[in-house]
């Protein structure tokens, strides 16, 4: 495949218009890329903390709605920053936008790569704070350390919009893209902590968890809001960076050798 021409003249002003087109493709469906996960959490927080939170009982030494909460933010961010770039993408390849219009923008591969990762991260950002703003009407909660969330946020939206780009460049159909998201993003989504606690698990099962990456950035923003440290912060957050630095690099070089944008 012939790399992309780094002589080609680049431009911010190309990719803040790439970025706004971004966001303004799920904005124009509100209802079905807010709305919706808005929804969903409610039945989660009605379910899982209304109905069976008090059998549960506690979990590490909280209520275990308060458990939840972080959680279900957490996965709202990752299942939205990783749909936007990757329906994105794969849209753009049904019209025939990909090889023709993206390729031809007057932008370097990591602009390319920062205007579509940025519109994800828009995403996911707002879908976690609708969830935790929804959260209030259940009940109230202090954000412990305010500097943290923003910052773990931004990298869990980051990550998995850069591995949303990458699933988009891989897949050529929609059924390429829900193979991904089913049957590796969810599991790992779901068995990462967001409904329970490693410590919940039978000993068995404990080192299994804690080998999910998810796990720890789950963790990672539990103790942003609540404080509670189910993994080690300094740790998980070296990895948090350090991947999303990893999955840069690999994305930018996958488009400046136009790996399938021509195809």
Not at 121 to 130: A, F, N, S, W, Y
Not at 187 to 215: C, E, H, K, R
Request: aromatic share 12%.
């Amino acid at each position: 495949m012939e790399p992309l021409d780094q002589e080609q003249p680049s431009s911010w002003w190309g990719t803040w218009a790439l970025f706004k087109r971004e966001c303004h493709r799920f904005m124009r469906v509100f209802g079905q890329t807010v709305g919706a996960p808005l929804v969903s959490a409610m039945l989660y927080f009605a379910v899982f903390g209304g109905a069976l939170g008090h059998r549960i009982g506690p979990t590490d030494g909280i209520s275990y709605l308060h458990f939840l909460i972080p959680g279900l933010a957490a996965m709202g961010i990752v299942q939205h920053a990783f749909q936007n770039a990757s329906s994105s993408l794969i849209q753009m390849r049904y019209i025939g936008m990909l090889p023709m219009d993206l390729v031809a923008l007057p932008l370097k591969p990591i602009q390319m790569v920062l205007a579509i990762m940025g519109g994800s991260m828009v995403r996911g950002l707002m879908v976690g704070c609708v969830v935790l703003l929804a959260a209030r009407l259940f009940l109230s909660f202090e954000i412990k350390h305010w500097g943290l969330l923003l910052l773990v946020s931004a990298l869990l939206a980051g990550i998995f919009g850069l591995v949303g780009m990458l699933t988009g460049l891989w897949g050529k159909t929609f059924d390429d893209i829900s193979l991904v998201s089913n049957f590796v993003l969810t599991p790992l989504t779901y068995l990462g902590g967001v409904f329970f606690s490693a410590a919940m698990l039978p000993d068995g099962w404990q080192p299994l968890a804690t080998w999910n990456p998810i796990y720890h950035l789950v963790g990672l923003y539990r103790y942003a809001i609540l404080g509670l440290q189910t993994t080690d912060p300094v740790l998980a957050m070296a990895f948090a960076v350090g991947f999303l630095l990893l999955l840069f690099g690999v994305t930018v070089q996958i488009v400046q050798h136009g790996w399938r944008l021509k195809e």
